[in-house]
């Protein structure tokens, strides 16, 4: 296969693996991030301490996370045709990337959440507080740094479950090196791919980890007595909330 072949393959590709990682990742997000902040507050000592509600929602999250991507495609195909009308196509691979990386997410979140400073929560709950100004004041924002690098891990994860993906048709650089590369020994298109898919991943991971970066040193900048003059004029305005 002449490179003037591969290149309309490849360019199609690769908007088919970026639209299906793009939409995925914000349906991940939009799940992800509230179920790992409710993990935190329902746990023991939690703001919404709910250890019931907590274990439930936990072992919701660990059932999901432990199934294999390509199990989960399979056991969603009902769903996403009910959903999309088909289980062919990059729109139908949205639907089981999004549910299989809303739970591997938000176990992310509960992690950079719990790495919040308790001294900042238990100021602006002295400070009358409620827990949706803690949340939005404190939690989120301080916890951002963590936030970009868990989205950026799960960017990484979902380009490697759509390449999963195309062993069932979903389109993207998976399918093509399944379909030319694997089943028509076109060797070289598929180390094209390869090559592709590692140098994708990593200008993601470099511009996760620098956005992290940066934010981190900004909040370092600040610091607490900043951010704490910050956090009392807020609260003083959200008080009657």
Not at 31 to 44: I, K
Not at 61 to 74: D, G, H, K, Q, T
Not at 159 to 183: H, K, P, W
Not at 187 to 194: F, S
Request: some cysteine; glycine content about 10%.
């Amino acid at each position: 296969m002449t490179w003037s072949e591969m290149q309309p393959l490849l360019e199609q590709a690769c908007w088919d693996t970026l639209y299906m990682v793009g939409w995925s990742t914000v349906i991940a997000v939009v799940g992800g991030l509230p179920l790992g902040v409710l993990l935190v507050l329902t746990d023991r000592g939690g703001l919404l301490q709910n250890v019931v509600a907590n274990k439930a929602i936990g072992q919701v999250v660990n059932v999901a996370r432990s199934m294999p991507f390509i199990i989960l495609m399979v056991a969603l195909m009902g769903f996403t045709r009910s959903v999309t009308g088909t289980t062919i196509g990059r729109e139908a691979a949205i639907v089981p990337l999004a549910i299989g990386a809303i739970p591997f997410f938000a176990r992310l979140v509960e992690t950079a959440v719990r790495e919040v400073d308790g001294g900042l929560v238990e100021a602006v709950q002295s400070m009358g507080g409620n827990t949706w100004t803690i949340v939005r004041k404190v939690l989120v924002p301080e916890a951002l740094p963590s936030l970009i690098a868990s989205t950026t891990t799960t960017i990484v994860a979902l380009i490697g479950y759509s390449a999963m993906a195309g062993t069932v048709g979903a389109g993207g650089l998976g399918d093509i090196a399944i379909r030319y590369g694997y089943q028509r020994f076109e060797t070289q298109l598929m180390w094209i791919t390869v090559a592709i898919l590692a140098v994708v991943i990593s200008l993601i991971q470099f511009a996760g980890d620098y956005a992290a970066r940066s934010l981190h040193r900004r909040g370092g900048r600040s610091g607490p007595a900043p951010r704490l003059r910050l956090l009392k004029a807020s609260t003083a305005d959200t008080k009657t909330v």
